[in-house]
């Protein structure tokens, strides 16, 4: 995990500032605290210039540095890379390079590298398409000659990894964060985007912008009647599946861990991970062979009092961060910087986040998390009201596709903020397609049937364990957790500090100011409370006129742009937080 920069001349005689660019790049410093690496055209005038921060991994040595070229390598000659991520299935890529009879060879233990490899060979769409994993890149490609290089740029199929883009006529930029491009084109006559999941761009072929290269079928409204019973998946495929997700995951050269709430997904993943170490005698690249876990919340909040009941289960090392709330609302500026976001939701959900990926970044670079099981299988509370199968799929779909603007900001940006890397084995695009061709209606609860009576109960049906088996270090999920309600991030950290934020934000905009902001931005995602106009002053302070890129839910929520009407969610939050208490919170062996 790296943070990229990359800026390219579109015209003869436009000139790349190599300073300007390295300063650029080191806005988002935070990404990559290794390695600051900088190259640049050589002409006489400098005509690209590629800079990346970078967070080592693998290969953690000074010959994996980037930005990446091998001038000595007749196939690479003259291919220049910069990427942030992971390709988790490079080795699998190689021995198929191999396999057809391309002499390609490995100058690294680098995951990154076989991007130049596959490029080289099959072209931008197939190394896309081939590739598994989460990924932000860009190549300059001299091959041809020409006063001004060819580039291409991609990004990942789901969004978990960033890519902005800002252009006028006679340039083009890149970058992991919004922050290092922002100021970089005018403001008029410029062009500023984030670069959609699943898509490439060649400017050789500039005129047809971003190219799909993945547009998956259960996307489609008609997939799920398109789907015979014959060739759903089996509860078991799903658990193999994802158990493979997990285990590509688990690929590192550094010590790691895992996010641990005391959620469901979570510890279906810790789960998983103790599982698949035993199996594949896999220590976590520590030296007593037990997994880190590591959790946040306010003292005795429902993910404190649960992750320390899974810990137990798992037998792992475990870590908390308590924080109160006088210390959330002190850190709200910093978390706008880092987050480049002004809506609420997102924003108290982050919080949390930051406090966690502060404390785990002292022990591990790398950790595996639960992010996005609730879109796969349906585990936001509002679907409790959804009235039939097909419209709980679509908005499965919907706010599938809204993952790169939420849960993925918030879980790249707060864990990059604190040079930590965060990966999401439910969100493999092979997982994705498995779960959703799971019948949409086995994921629908059903008033009065205990076998249908809980969101995402067809997932937790999978890993239900016999209670006499649940032994402590066992890594088995005792059923009180299993069946635990979901909870948001903002809400299972505690169950009363959303209240004191928002009061404390109210105090920092007075009335006429928030009355000025909504008329200034009536027609610009207006803030609907003073909560609000302080998160959109902190946004505007460091990201001028760049609102375009702060996703704002339909009615407020994410349960707002459902078909469906649904009271669980409003936009100041989860309408009941007192059913998320479980009896772990008064278990006097866990305090």
């Given at each position: 995990?790296?943070?990229?920069?990359?800026?390219?001349?579109?015209?003869?005689?436009?000139?790349?500032?190599?300073?300007?660019?390295?300063?650029?790049?080191?806005?988002?410093?935070?990404?990559?605290?290794?390695?600051?690496?900088?190259?640049?055209?050589?002409?006489?005038?400098?005509?690209?210039?590629?800079?990346?921060?970078?967070?080592?991994?693998?290969?953690?040595?000074?010959?994996?540095?980037?930005?990446?070229?091998?001038?000595?390598?007749?196939?690479?000659?003259?291919?220049?890379?910069?990427?942030?991520?992971?390709?988790?299935n490079h080795q699998e890529l190689y021995a198929q390079m191999k396999e057809e009879g391309h002499n390609v060879t490995p100058h690294t233990g680098c995951?990154?590298?076989?991007?130049?490899?596959?490029?080289?060979?099959?072209?931008?769409?197939?190394?896309?398409?081939?590739?598994?994993?989460?990924?932000?890149?860009?190549?300059?490609?001299?091959?041809?000659?020409?006063?001004?290089?060819?580039?291409?740029?991609?990004?990942?199929?789901?969004?978990?990894?960033?890519?902005?883009?800002?252009?006028?006529?006679?340039?083009?930029?890149?970058?992991?964060?919004?922050?290092?491009?922002?100021?970089?084109?005018?403001?008029?006559?410029?062009?500023?985007?984030?670069?959609?999941?699943?898509?490439?761009?060649?400017?050789?072929?500039?005129?047809?912008?971003?190219?799909?290269?993945?547009?998956?079928?259960?996307?489609?409204?008609?997939?799920?009647?398109?789907?015979?019973?014959?060739?759903?998946?089996?509860?078991?495929?799903?658990?193999?599946?994802l158990k493979e997700a997990v285990r590509k995951r688990m690929m590192s050269d550094v010590p790691y861990g895992a996010l641990l709430s005391g959620g469901?997904?979570?510890?279906?993943?810790?789960?998983?991970?103790?599982?698949?170490?035993?199996?594949?005698?896999?220590?976590?690249?520590?030296?007593?062979?037990?997994?880190?876990?590591?959790?946040?919340?306010?003292?005795?909040?429902?993910?404190?009092?649960?992750?320390?009941?899974?810990?137990?289960?798992?037998?792992?090392?475990?870590?908390?961060?308590?924080?109160?709330?006088?210390?959330?609302?002190?850190?709200?500026?910093?978390?706008?910087?880092?987050?480049?976001?002004?809506?609420?939701?997102?924003?108290?959900?982050?919080?949390?986040?930051?406090?966690?990926?502060?404390?785990?970044?002292?022990?591990?670079?790398?950790?595996?998390?639960?992010?996005?099981?609730?879109?796969?299988?349906?585990?936001?509370?509002?679907?409790?009201?959804?009235?039939?199968?097909?419209?709980?799929?679509?908005?499965?779909?919907?706010?599938?596709?809204?993952?790169?603007?939420?849960?993925?900001?918030?879980?790249?940006?707060?864990?990059?903020?604190?040079?930590?890397?965060?990966?999401?084995?439910?969100?493999?695009?092979?997982?994705?397609?498995?779960?959703?061709?799971?019948?949409?209606?086995?994921?629908?609860?059903?008033?009065?049937?205990?076998?249908?009576?809980?969101?995402?109960?067809?997932?937790?049906?999978?890993?239900?364990?016999?209670?006499?088996?649940?032994?402590?270090?066992?890594?088995?999920?005792?059923?009180?957790?299993?069946?635990?309600?979901?909870?948001?991030?903002?809400?299972?950290?505690?169950?009363?500090?959303?209240?004191?934020?928002?009061?404390?934000?109210?105090?920092?905009?007075?009335?006429?100011?928030?009355?000025?902001?909504?008329?200034?931005?009536?027609?610009?995602?207006?803030?609907?409370?003073?909560?609000?106009?302080?998160?959109?002053?902190?946004?505007?302070?460091?990201?001028?006129?760049?609102?375009?890129?702060?996703?704002?839910?339909?009615?407020?929520?994410?349960?707002?742009?459902?078909?469906?009407?649904?009271?669980?969610?409003?936009?100041?939050?989860?309408?009941?937080?007192?059913?998320?208490?479980?009896?772990?919170?008064?278990?006097?062996?866990?305090?």
């Amino acid at each position: 995990m790296c943070g990229i920069f990359a800026w390219i001349a579109r015209q003869q005689g436009v000139a790349v500032d190599i300073n300007r660019a390295a300063a650029c790049s080191k806005r988002q410093c935070s990404r990559g605290p290794d390695n600051s690496g900088l190259k640049h055209g050589s002409g006489d005038v400098c005509t690209w210039a590629l800079a990346h921060e970078r967070l080592s991994i693998m290969d953690p040595i000074a010959s994996a540095d980037q930005p990446m070229a091998f001038p000595e390598d007749p196939l690479l000659k003259g291919l220049t890379l910069v990427h942030n991520g992971e390709i988790y299935n490079h080795q699998e890529l190689y021995a198929q390079m191999k396999e057809e009879g391309h002499n390609v060879t490995p100058h690294t233990g680098c995951d990154s590298e076989v991007i130049l490899h596959l490029y080289a060979v099959y072209g931008l769409r197939k190394t896309c398409e081939l590739m598994r994993g989460m990924f932000g890149f860009v190549i300059v490609d001299e091959r041809e000659g020409g006063e001004l290089p060819k580039f291409v740029a991609a990004r990942d199929h789901v969004g978990i990894k960033p890519l902005y883009m800002a252009k006028d006529s006679k340039q083009m930029l890149f970058a992991s964060e919004l922050k290092c491009v922002h100021d970089m084109v005018d403001a008029e006559t410029g062009m500023k985007q984030l670069c959609p999941p699943g898509c490439f761009f060649d400017s050789t072929q500039a005129d047809q912008g971003f190219q799909r290269f993945w547009q998956p079928d259960w996307m489609s409204p008609s997939f799920n009647k398109s789907l015979s019973a014959d060739v759903r998946p089996s509860q078991s495929d799903l658990r193999a599946a994802l158990k493979e997700a997990v285990r590509k995951r688990m690929m590192s050269d550094v010590p790691y861990g895992a996010l641990l709430s005391g959620g469901v997904d979570s510890c279906i993943v810790t789960s998983l991970m103790l599982e698949i170490a035993e199996e594949h005698k896999v220590d976590y690249n520590w030296p007593d062979g037990k997994l880190r876990t590591f959790t946040v919340g306010m003292q005795g909040s429902p993910d404190i009092m649960a992750a320390r009941a899974m810990s137990r289960q798992l037998g792992s090392t475990h870590h908390e961060r308590l924080f109160t709330a006088d210390e959330a609302c002190s850190i709200v500026p910093d978390v706008i910087k880092h987050l480049e976001t002004f809506e609420p939701e997102l924003i108290r959900s982050a919080i949390p986040n930051y406090f966690l990926a502060q404390m785990t970044s002292q022990h591990v670079k790398m950790v595996i998390t639960g992010e996005g099981a609730d879109e796969l299988f349906a585990g936001y509370l509002y679907f409790r009201d959804a009235p039939d199968a097909d419209s709980l799929q679509n908005e499965t779909v919907r706010i599938f596709q809204h993952l790169q603007n939420v849960n993925l900001q918030r879980a790249d940006r707060m864990t990059m903020a604190h040079s930590l890397e965060a990966r999401v084995p439910f969100l493999d695009i092979d997982f994705a397609h498995v779960a959703f061709s799971v019948d949409p209606d086995n994921k629908r609860i059903v008033e009065g049937d205990p076998m249908r009576s809980e969101t995402k109960q067809y997932l937790r049906e999978i890993f239900a364990a016999e209670e006499s088996k649940c032994t402590h270090g066992s890594g088995l999920i005792p059923r009180p957790l299993l069946f635990r309600k979901k909870a948001m991030q903002c809400e299972g950290v505690g169950t009363n500090w959303v209240n004191t934020l928002q009061e404390y934000a109210e105090q920092q905009v007075s009335e006429e100011e928030y009355q000025n902001m909504k008329a200034k931005y009536a027609n610009d995602r207006p803030p609907h409370s003073r909560e609000e106009a302080w998160y959109r002053r902190l946004f505007e302070e460091n990201f001028p006129g760049c609102s375009q890129f702060v996703h704002v839910w339909e009615g407020g929520c994410r349960a707002g742009g459902a078909s469906w009407q649904s009271a669980a969610y409003t936009r100041h939050g989860l309408a009941d937080p007192e059913q998320l208490k479980h009896q772990y919170m008064d278990d006097e062996s866990l305090h």
